[in-house]
């Protein structure tokens, strides 16, 4: 529905400005508290402006064990997704065999079940088999959805590769490697490096799952919620916040362009 001039009509707009109001509005107004000169309680609006929590934030040893764990966890986790979401997508998309579809299910059913679910079924996994709480279990716990993502971008690229560059490789006398690396790694580059910066922003601010197998251990999101619940310096939280917005939506951002033109790939409709 366009007005004469190509333009979308009034009412459009202005409920696409409402929708973008209602879903960055939130996170502006904690943006803004993360300058407030206000430590204890959030008025609006803020009595003045300060730079100095941002200092606080770096020097609270608290801070920066939070913010290493989760990055050393989502690296981890990301490496694993790739590889194993990688593989599958190349069983599923590339073989005929019987269950394809069964497997294909299973492979993305992590990340539709509710995050309480797959928590509680690690950590009876976990109590079951007698294994401690530690970085692992938390890497176990993450790995799981992050698969998924890999692999929906890994499979959906597969898919619009076409078969006959393999073939046509193979005949001029490549093995299998030499397929993989110069037909088609070029082939599915970007989505795998995609899904590979989805999951890393997945992993990072992840909560529920990790609730239930970090045992003692405090993620950058698990700090946060704590610090919600009993704060010391409120401003110092909403630091965080924003540093937690950056680490996510740089990746997601740069997720969304290399995979903005991924109907293009060599020898696809062939």
């Known amino acids: ?5 190509g333009r979308a ?7 696409a400005a409402g929708g973008l109001v209602y879903l960055l509005g939130p996170l502006l107004i904690i943006f803004v508290y993360a300058f407030t000169t206000e430590e204890r309680s959030f008025v609006w609006p803020p009595p003045g ?3 100095k929590w941002f200092a606080v934030a770096w020097n609270r040893p608290d801070v920066t064990a939070a913010i290493v764990l989760s990055l050393q966890v989502a690296a981890v986790a990301t490496v694993i ?3 194993l979401g990688t593989l599958c997508a190349a069983a599923v998309s590339r073989s005929r065999f019987f269950g394809r579809e069964t497997i294909s ?3 993305i059913l992590p990340i539709a079940l509710p995050g309480i679910i797959t928590g509680i079924a690690l950590r009876s996994a976990f109590a079951t088999f007698e294994i401690p709480f530690s970085f692992w279990t938390i890497v176990l716990g993450h790995a799981t959805f992050c698969i998924v993502v890999v692999y929906n971008n890994a499979v959906a690229r597969f898919r619009r590769t076409s078969q006959s560059l393999v073939e046509a490789s193979m005949d001029l006398g490549a093995d299998g490697f030499q397929t993989f690396r110069h037909v088609i790694l070029p082939n599915i580059a970007t989505a795998l490096l995609a899904g590979g910066m989805l999951a890393f922003a997945l992993s990072f601010d992840e909560v529920i799952v990790t609730t239930f ?4 251990q405090q993620t950058l999101p698990l700090w946060m919620l704590e610090e919600l619940i009993r704060p010391r310096q409120r401003p110092v939280t909403n630091v965080v916040a924003l540093f937690v917005v950056a680490a996510t939506f740089l990746p997601i951002l740069a997720a969304f362009y290399l995979t903005r033109d991924g109907e293009h790939v060599a020898g696809a409709g062939k």
């Open 81 to 83: 997704a790739m590889v």
């Open 105 to 107: 299910l299973l492979v």
């Open 213 to 216: 197998t970090a045992g003692q």
């Open 1 to 5: 529905m366009r007005s004469e001039d």
């Open 49 to 51: 402006l300060t730079l």
């Open 9 to 15: 009509p009034l009412f459009l707009r202005l409920a």
